[in-house]
């Protein structure tokens, strides 16, 4: 299963379990960031929806640990967090769920878009990197 459908899959819930948006990246790449799936989601417990009080986008928050600890540079992080930023106009988790409620996009829409949004970011810079 590759990282996309791993987090595609893990955000429907399966077996009753809920993985936030943080734990929905994090659990796919564990691997690549020398975890165990259960450490990762244990890790990513608190992050999701916006640190549980709106705060930082919990998705581009676990995609930042990633980086880190995949050691990634700073320019990477950077332009990661900048592309966010341009293609959602803020990284608090508040403010994305406000616009996607303007535009008619319910709230779980919008967190999967996120995670499989990151999702293919990161796959995209581990792969680059790794050829």
């Given at each position: 299963m590759t990282h996309?459908?791993?987090?595609?899959?893990?955000?429907?819930e399966p077996g009753g379990r809920h993985?936030?948006?943080?734990?929905?990246?994090l659990v796919p790449f564990a691997a690549e960031i020398g975890m165990e799936k259960e450490d990762a989601y244990a890790l990513g417990a608190f992050f999701g929806a916006g640190m549980m009080h709106g705060s930082a986008c919990g998705t581009l928050t676990a995609a930042l640990m990633i980086l880190g600890k995949a050691d990634k540079d700073k320019e990477t992080a950077k332009?990661?967090?900048?592309?966010?930023?341009?293609?959602?106009?803020?990284?608090?988790?508040?403010?994305?769920l406000a616009a996607a409620e303007k535009k008619g996009?319910?709230?779980?829409?919008?967190c999967d878009g996120l995670v499989l949004e990151l999702c293919q970011k990161l796959d995209e810079i581990i792969t680059r990197e790794t050829q």
């Open positions: 996309f459908e791993e987090a595609k899959f893990l955000r429907q993985y936030n948006c943080a734990q929905s990246l332009k990661l967090i900048n592309d966010f930023l341009a293609a959602n106009g803020t990284t608090d988790c508040r403010c994305l996009i319910a709230r779980k829409e919008n």
